[in-house]
């Protein structure tokens, strides 16, 4: 445990940011060093959402299992129960129907669409600029309303199953993500002026929380956070999984390596998201949404190892297997937790300000850090 | 017509043929001291609920309206809610000066509201140097912060008090620049005879360049010594929790709410007065008849009606902008602002000088 402490000999002020405080957007706990208003040191401490979600795997069964995983990164629930579906069919060698495989890169595109907005409103809200989350949740709530009538859920899915997706899509499914799709595209161009093209917002974003490109491959950091550094590291382009190698789309790379760069990413990829729909929403092929599967799935002997490209970066499941019905040990590697160790070097030297942006900017989920 | 001119004169006119004149003093100072609390309370319950009504509307949201007719009584009711709650005090808090903060702050605003000419002829003391005692008055302000984040024996609002202090004191250089600039061409530090010098035009207009720059100068200060967003660095909810008012709680954290919303509207009124002619009617050159229909209107509306402008422009930027880096905003004043605003003056000055001023 930490000691509560108010100012060290150097006449640094340590102070707790969180584990409640507005700007963390969760249960996440910085120990920080300021030294007037800068930041010399941070550490962060984790722990204090800590469900066991990989103990409590492996006394679930491989269908059961899916559903913690809902729990973790609740922005992109989708694409983990993607990641652990895709581990059991590969351990089990189902073959998917080509309907399930449509259904579910669209339903995690959405997801990802649904993510990013969220980010864009709360980091907006972190720099002190509160509509834009009002903004974004108008046309999150479509794509929420387009879950709900599919899934039945609204945040945590629960939706893939081993073989293919729980249930067919509602009927209005189609029409109504187009619909969405024409609504989204006014609307982006809306968010780029109120925010990106704001000069107070770029003079906050532009040269801060530098990390080069060695530094964040050497730190693990996966997805926009990474490629904003210009690393190329987008799972669904380098290793595709599910129909990713037949939809068009591009990696978004950004080199200046700040926080800038990675709102750029993100807001890009956005784009990007739309583009993968638009191709796949049309051509939905008719027949089954799940491959038969035995109603007990039992894994072979062995490691699988599967990943996915979740809203925040790159998300492995490592199963290993006894051949029972429950995994012997189930181990996730979050995107959140290694971008968050690369942090302190993002800060160190900034103003306090300059942490809240930087931290907005990560796009931390927290239950995705602790699991 | 009635006028608050008029009434004021009569309760005058009433209470001298009764009274000796000691009395007449007596009871028409508790007649303004009662006024000035209920301006105090009303005006912050107006612009509280204007600021929730401004925000939904521009969040595309409702905003209150569930106590009263359109939600009008939310703040009422909310203000009620704070009076009934337990006044917190911290542990290891200066219990003195944490009790004494709020008080300072709402102390001074209240000081600010005396020299503002509400209508035409109707200041509660229109002494001579009003737009001084305003600009002088107005720094003090600033120690109530101080005093508020270092008693509370808190981080989060010892840096919030910090960079408050270093916020209001440089802006309130090209706030009294700004000021000054319009000072100059009326020659007077009296409200009511700046207001009367505008009877022919209001600075904005007759000052050109220079009087609009002070303007835009005047409405940038004005916000970041009032911490409004995008220049709220002493809150800064999300960097700071809640900055200087961090531990506050109940009614101490209601004065304090409400005292900064006394002081965009002291600004904003004195924006109004300097630039926007108080309470002059706006009038166009030489068509008599849009003019008379204009001075019909009554001087309090004008002058209202002006500052509630300039109050909305306010509220506009802060759910507009993102807010900038303390180093940013030092930098805004010290690099862009001040050196601008002394130019600015300077050529003025000139204008003045000269007479090329309409």
């Known amino acids: ?371 | 017509m009635i006028s608050l001119e008029n009434i004021s004169a009569s309760i005058h006119q009433l209470l001298s043929a009764n009274l000796s004149q000691t009395a007449v003093i007596l009871i028409e100072m508790s007649i303004i001291a009662l006024l000035a609390i209920t301006l105090f309370a009303l005006l912050g319950l107006i612009l509280v609920f204007m600021e929730r009504k401004v925000s939904a509307w521009i969040q595309i949201r409702l905003g209150p309206n569930r106590v009263g007719p359109k939600g009008i009584f939310q703040t009422t009711a909310d203000t009620i809610k704070l009076a009934l709650k337990e006044g917190f005090v911290p542990d290891g808090a200066d219990k003195f000066l944490y009790k004494l903060a709020p008080f300072v702050v709402m102390i001074i605003a209240m000081m600010l509201l005396a020299p503002i000419a509400f209508a035409k002829n109707f200041a509660m003391w229109d002494l001579n140097i009003g737009v001084f005692f305003i600009t002088a008055i107005s720094s003090v302000s600033v120690i109530g912060i101080l005093m508020a984040g270092w008693a509370s024996n808190n981080q989060y609002s010892l840096l919030g008090a910090m960079r408050s202090g270093a916020q209001i004191i440089s802006y309130e250089i090209s706030a009294g620049m700004a000021i000054l600039t319009i000072i100059v061409l009326t020659g007077s530090l009296q409200i009511s005879e700046i207001v009367n010098s505008q009877s022919n035009g209001w600075w904005l207009f007759k000052g050109h360049i220079p009087a609009v720059i002070a303007f835009v100068i005047y409405i940038i200060a004005v916000t970041a010594e009032t911490n409004r967003a995008p220049f709220d660095m002493a809150e800064a909810e999300s960097e700071l929790t809640g900055g200087f008012h961090t531990e506050y709680s109940g009614m101490r954290f209601a004065l304090f709410f409400l005292a900064e919303y006394i002081n965009i509207f002291i600004v904003c009124a004195v924006g109004a007065t300097l630039f926007l002619g108080g309470w002059m009617p706006f009038h166009i050159g030489a068509w008599e008849g849009f003019n008379h229909i204009m001075d019909f209107i009554p001087s309090s509306v004008w002058f209202l009606g002006k500052t509630f402008f300039l109050i909305f422009v306010i509220m506009w930027f802060r759910w507009t902008f993102p807010r900038l880096r303390i180093d940013q905003l030092l930098n805004l004043e010290w690099k862009y602002l001040l050196p601008i605003s002394l130019f600015n003056l300077l050529f003025m000055t000139l204008i003045a000088i000269k007479g090329w001023h309409f």
């Open chain 1, 1 to 371: 445990m930490f000691e509560q402490v108010s100012a060290n000999n150097n006449g640094e002020l340590v102070i707790n940011v969180g584990p409640q405080h507005p700007a963390t957007h969760g249960v996440l706990h910085l120990l920080i060093t300021l030294h007037g208003e800068t930041v010399t040191k941070l550490e962060p401490n984790l722990g204090y959402i800590h469900r066991s979600i990989e103990k409590m795997c492996e006394s679930l069964s491989y269908r059961q299992f899916i559903y913690t995983t809902s729990r973790m990164d609740y922005l992109s629930s989708h694409i983990n129960n993607h990641a652990c579906a895709l581990g059991v069919e590969k351990a089990m060698q189902i073959e998917i129907p080509e309907r399930a495989e449509y259904i579910r890169v669209l339903m995690s595109e959405l997801t990802r669409l649904a993510s990013h907005q969220l980010w864009w409103g709360a980091m907006a809200m972190d720099l002190g600029a509160l509509s834009p989350f009002f903004y974004a949740f108008r046309e999150r709530e479509v794509i929420n309303d387009i879950m709900e009538e599919t899934c039945g859920a609204r945040l945590t899915m629960n939706y893939f199953v081993p073989g293919g997706v729980m249930y067919d899509i509602h009927p209005n499914f189609v029409k109504r993500v187009k619909d969405f799709i024409v609504l989204f595209k006014s609307k982006i161009a809306e968010y780029d002026e109120l925010v990106t093209g704001n000069v107070i917002f770029q003079n906050r974003m532009k040269n801060i929380g530098i990390i080069s490109k060695e530094d964040a491959i050497s730190y693990g950091c996966t997805g926009p956070t990474a490629r904003g550094s210009g690393v190329s590291c987008d799972v669904r382009k380098n290793y595709p999984y599910s129909i990713y190698k037949n939809v068009q789309f591009d990696e978004v790379l950004e080199y200046g390596c700040d926080a800038f760069s990675r709102y750029q990413v993100r807001i890009k990829e956005m784009y990007q998201s739309v583009r993968i729909i638009e191709q796949l929403i049309d051509q939905i092929p008719e027949g089954e949404f799940q491959a038969k599967t035995k109603a007990v799935i039992k894994l072979p002997k062995g490691e699988f190892y599967t990943r996915v490209e979740t809203a925040r970066g790159e998300l492995g499941v490592y199963i290993v297997s006894e051949g029972g019905t429950t995994p012997y040990r189930i181990k996730f590697r979050s995107p959140g937790f290694s971008n968050l160790s690369a942090l302190e070097h993002m800060v160190k030297g900034h103003k306090i300000g300059d942490l809240v942006a930087i931290m907005g900017v990560l796009d931390l989920v927290i239950p995705d850090i602790d699991r």
